[in-house]
């Protein structure tokens, strides 16, 4: 494996957790948004606060990291995708900073600004993973030159991009929903547990018509990823995608919480690196290979080791964020254990 | 509006609006990153200070302050974000040439501002499950993220200025990457130590002016004077070090990018004996109206008044840094208002020495509550400095700023939306802060989603529903 091939797995380590854990951050949102009004709505909202709260900023640290390892290690292909897609990646950025302010300040706010708050926050959560998901589209579907300057309109209004800008929003509000199944179901509240059940499957089925609908586009005008996703090694991937969607599922109808969002995980997670499988060779298939847009080789080393300090000190961060966040059940615990003298 | 159409076709006025709208949003990210930076710090202090004194009024600061920096990094966040999708959107030629060498430093930042993303909520939510060590434990990594991401980044930008560490092949494109020599560059020292004292100088004069104009309103209780105290002594004590790091920088850039210093002194005819003009016009090569000292800017590059500094004459019309007069007031402005902050600074180290306290007279607060505005000028004026004196170029001397743009259309739409946006951003931020503020003062109990990350307050939603 060269170093630009260690690289592109960083790369793609960096998208996959981008994807799935901010991938059900905007999920949350889409429910935000669906949530309506009334008592149970704000029940609705609530869980959802405390569910992403405490770890969306971390989760969305990972488009920073994807942006600069591609920048980085490959750049001519960041400048090849920034100067053929702006529209959508400008309209992605701009979801993400409405979003952001929406979900940080709309308890913060006075009252009456609270609700246009949690709308924009709603909305900024359906457009910035569509917008994101036509990127990806257009990408898959060769739209975008090694030389960058591709059209700027037709790259990503063609069938793949926009199938797979709605895919994402699907896919992106079921994760959410099969986490706050769990959450609400740790939580012991059994009825929120049934209503996210309810949204859970409602898009399990959605999102799978829409895949279809995805898999018939790719097939039209993203032949080479269509290709290596219905062959070895992609269609396993593929498969085992499948596999983790229906145990989600199982898992879900039965009333059972362990596993649950490992498999939703595993589900999304199989099939991005389905489509790394797929595309390979190419970061920008079939325009620009991997190794053709790597940068200087001292430059990959750095990001090699930049990446292994990274995950030397981040990991096992967000392992002590995560107890600390979900220790609230175990106060017993931790005031019996240290809290000695309790401030406050 | 029509006039508007023919500016937009116009590809120098793209390289305007690209100009402008990474200006305006870097102008604006520049502020939050400094509270990034240095604000953890005084929150750090003022909970040290409470556990080491069984200080219940420091603990309350310190508590409140970290809501505070969680809302500002919520931001700063995402005016962050934007940045590094501009540097794509706005300059695709610049990061397709020299990404693998730019890059490096980002990554490394990348590592640091993940890091502060845990761990400042690792910190707000620390407060009611770990103990008092455990808990300052917690903010140190904080502190550390931010130097580390202020030095990435400002290694990135000081290789923009003094670029090294790498080939050029026969196409022009980057190999050879060195990445030690691109992070520490020529002027990656004197910028870092700069933005670095800047960054708690902005931080401690601004948070100190907000309890300041408290104490004016008549607010003079323990928490108002520690809250004033902390950051004021912090700021206090970068203060007098900023003044020798700047002036070595000021050096450093007549030696190594006399474009540039030209430029921000307004020297148009090389020769010794140079006079040192305070404000005034650049225009048809002289200084009117400013306020010459003969001698004095030789005397500042070399300590003495036969000292040869560079001319703008010397510097190819082409290559030389545009819109002088702003280049020049921006950084005579800059060594203006650093220069009164040291002497605000000296007047409390004055004062503390002989009576344990800071100054009592009402115009000592009165000024204190303006330093921090005045702080944030300095620091936009020391960045302009830094940026519009570089140009035309992106990379010094290699890459001009005018080959770096995108040709993509529109650019100033999209800076008016964003000026929109992020006047509503701020607007909103500020509006938070005071709301959190005034709910503080009338000791309201916490409520839920009051600031970014922290924990339900109370244990549980049952009491804010």
């Not at chain 2, 502190?143 to 560490?165: C, D, K, R």
């Not at chain 2, 701020?426 to 922290?454: H, K, N, Q």
């Amino acid at each position: 494996m060269s170093s630009a091939d260690v690289c592109a797995v960083i790369l793609w380590i960096g998208v996959t957790l981008y994807a799935v854990f901010a991938g059900a951050d905007f999920g949350a949102g889409v429910w935000d948004l669906l949530a309506g009004r009334g008592e149970r709505a704000e029940r609705v909202r609530g869980q959802i606060d405390r569910s992403i709260g405490p770890v969306w900023e971390a989760n969305h640290v990972w488009l920073i990291f994807v942006l600069v390892v591609l920048w980085t290690a490959f750049a001519e292909a960041f400048s090849a995708i920034m100067s053929t897609l702006y529209i959508p990646l400008a309209l992605a950025a701009l979801g993400i900073v409405l979003r952001g302010a929406g979900f940080a300040f709309r308890h913060a706010l006075p009252g009456p600004v609270q609700r246009p708050a949690t709308r924009v926050f709603g909305l900024a959560s359906v457009l910035t993973p569509f917008f994101m998901g036509t990127v990806v589209g257009a990408i898959a579907a060769g739209q975008v030159p090694a030389a960058g300057d591709g059209d700027p309109t037709t790259s990503w209004t063609g069938f793949l991009p926009l199938a797979t800008g709605v895919l994402f929003v699907l896919v992106a509000a079921y994760t959410a929903a099969i986490f706050l199944v769990r959450d609400s179901g740790a939580g012991g509240d059994e009825e929120l547990r049934d209503y996210f059940e309810r949204r859970a499957l409602a898009a399990a089925v959605v999102a799978g018509a829409a895949a279809v609908v995805g898999v018939i586009a790719l097939h039209a005008d993203g032949r080479y990823v269509y290709d290596g996703l219905t062959s070895w090694p992609g269609i396993a991937l593929v498969i085992l995608s499948a596999i983790c969607g229906l145990a989600a599922l199982v898992l879900l109808v039965s009333g059972r919480n362990y596993g649950l969002r490992a498999a939703a995980v595993g589900a999304g997670a199989a099939v991005i690196w389905g489509y790394y499988a797929a595309a390979f060779p190419y970061i920008l298939p079939t325009s620009l290979s991997i190794s053709g847009a790597a940068g200087a080789s001292a430059t990959l080393t750095a990001v090699i080791i930049v990446f292994v300090a990274a995950a030397l000190t981040v990991i096992p961060s967000l392992i002590l964020l995560y107890v600390l966040s979900q220790r609230r059940t175990l106060d017993a615990y931790s005031s019996a254990s240290e809290a000695t003298s309790p401030r406050q | 509006m029509p006039n508007l159409v023919p500016l937009l076709a116009d590809s120098s006025s793209n390289l305007l609006a690209a100009r402008n709208q990474m200006g305006f949003t870097l102008g604006f990210h520049i502020v939050l990153a400094c509270l990034g930076v240095a604000f953890p710090l005084m929150m750090l202090l003022a909970e040290w200070h409470g556990h080491r004194k069984n200080d219940q009024e420091a603990l309350r600061l310190a508590r409140n302050w970290s809501k505070a920096v969680a809302v500002l990094f919520a931001v700063g966040a995402v005016t962050g974000t934007v940045l590094s999708f501009e540097f794509g959107l706005l300059w695709p030629r610049f990061m397709d040439r020299f990404g693998d060498a730019f890059g490096i430093a980002f990554a490394i930042e990348g590592i640091f501002f993940f890091l502060e993303a845990i761990f400042i909520a690792i910190y707000i939510y620390g407060w009611e499950r770990l103990t008092p060590r455990a808990h300052m434990l917690t903010a140190i990594p904080i502190v550390i993220s931010g130097i580390g991401g202020a030095f990435s980044v400002i290694a990135a930008n000081s290789w923009m200025n003094q670029p090294q560490g790498f080939d050029l092949d026969s196409a022009g494109n980057v190999t050879h990457v060195k990445p030690f020599e691109v992070l520490f560059n020529p002027a990656t020292g004197y910028e870092f130590f700069h933005m670095f004292l800047a960054a708690y100088m902005v931080t401690g004069f601004l948070i100190a002016s907000v309890y300041a104009v408290g104490m004016l309103r008549g607010r003079r209780d323990r928490y108002h004077r520690l809250g004033f105290i902390i950051p004021f002594t912090v700021a206090a004590i970068a203060s007098p070090i900023q003044l020798f790091v700047g002036d070595t920088a000021a050096r450093a850039i007549a030696d190594d990018q006399p474009a540039k210093f030209a430029g921000m002194e307004c020297i148009y005819k090389s020769g010794d004996d140079q006079t040192e003009y305070i404000g005034g016009i650049c225009k048809d090569g002289e200084v009117k109206g400013g306020i010459g000292i003969p001698g004095l800017d030789s005397i500042l590059v070399g300590f003495s008044t036969s000292t040869y500094v560079k001319g703008l004459d010397q510097i190819p019309p082409n290559d030389r840094p545009p819109a002088n007069t702003l280049l020049h007031n921006a950084f005579d402005t800059m060594v203006g208002v650093g220069t009164g902050l040291f002497l605000l600074a000296v007047w409390f180290a004055i004062s503390w020495w002989r009576r344990r306290d800071f100054p009592q007279t009402k115009w000592f607060l009165r000024i204190c509550a303006v330093a921090g505005v005045g702080a944030i000028i300095a620091l936009e004026c020391g960045w302009i400095v830094t940026e519009v004196g570089r140009q035309p170029w992106i990379v010094n001397g290699f890459m001009r700023t005018s080959d770096a743009v995108t040709p993509a259309q529109g650019i100033w739409w999209v800076y008016g939306v964003t000026m929109a946006l992020y006047i509503g951003l701020g607007v909103t931020a500020v509006t938070v802060l005071r709301a959190l503020s005034r709910r503080w003062r009338e000791g309201v109990p916490e409520e839920a989603g009051e600031i970014p990350y922290g924990p339900p307050p109370g244990e549980g939603s049952e009491a804010s529903a």
